[in-house]
């Protein structure tokens, strides 16, 4: 018991240590895990909550930024990828048409179109500088509230950590009904209609 919770402490300071590193380069396709758990560190008191949100909210930009980039000025290096996705960029030209450049701020939350929004508007005359500006404030939009929602939840999921070292028979059943519930959850928002 004492070895496990030697190892937990262990990692969470390894954690805390490179974990501004970590949550830049994970934000920078996404990083909606990585800011949940440097929301709960910074809850524990391992890391700062505002330093953490501002990383996050800088790489997602630049990874957003970075994919357009590649999408309207590299089409030849990108093709492959944009070749195979047609529909679902298709999808999203249907969707920034309806919804306008509010899809920039939204997509961040929507799991699978992170990527394929800038790629899809990048192939558009839309204005790199409207881009920047939604891209911007969806990342600032984001990182605020994902943060904030870790940091406040980081009380609940600590204790849970603490009831799972406690008692190292539920880890297993954690698991299975932690992802189990997220399979559920993908399969559900995934799904064809």
């Known amino acids: 018991m004492e070895f496990l919770r030697k190892i937990m402490q262990e990692t969470i300071d390894l954690i805390a240590k490179y974990g501004y590193a970590i949550l830049f380069l994970y934000s920078l396709g996404g990083g909606f895990i990585a800011l949940v758990g440097a929301s709960i560190l910074s809850f524990a008191g391992k890391m700062d909550l505002t330093l953490s949100i501002a990383v996050a909210c800088v790489a997602n930009f630049l990874g957003d930024w970075l994919l357009f980039y590649l999408a309207r000025y590299q089409k030849a290096m990108m093709q492959p990828y944009l070749a195979s996705h047609r529909r679902k960029l298709a999808l999203v030209h249907l969707l920034m048409r309806k919804y306008g450049s509010v899809i920039l701020v939204v997509k ?66 954690f698991v299975v009904i932690l992802l189990g519930g997220l399979w559920i959850w993908l399969s559900r928002a995934t799904k064809r209609r």
């Open 108 to 173: 961040k939350y929507i799991y699978g179109f992170k990527t394929l929004v800038p790629l899809a508007i990048a192939l558009t005359p839309y204005s790199l500088l409207k881009f920047n500006l939604y891209n911007a404030i969806g990342a600032v939009i984001w990182g605020i509230s994902i943060g904030i929602a870790g940091y406040f939840s980081g009380g609940i999921l600590i204790k849970a950590l603490e009831l799972i070292g406690d008692y190292p028979a539920i880890a297993p059943v």
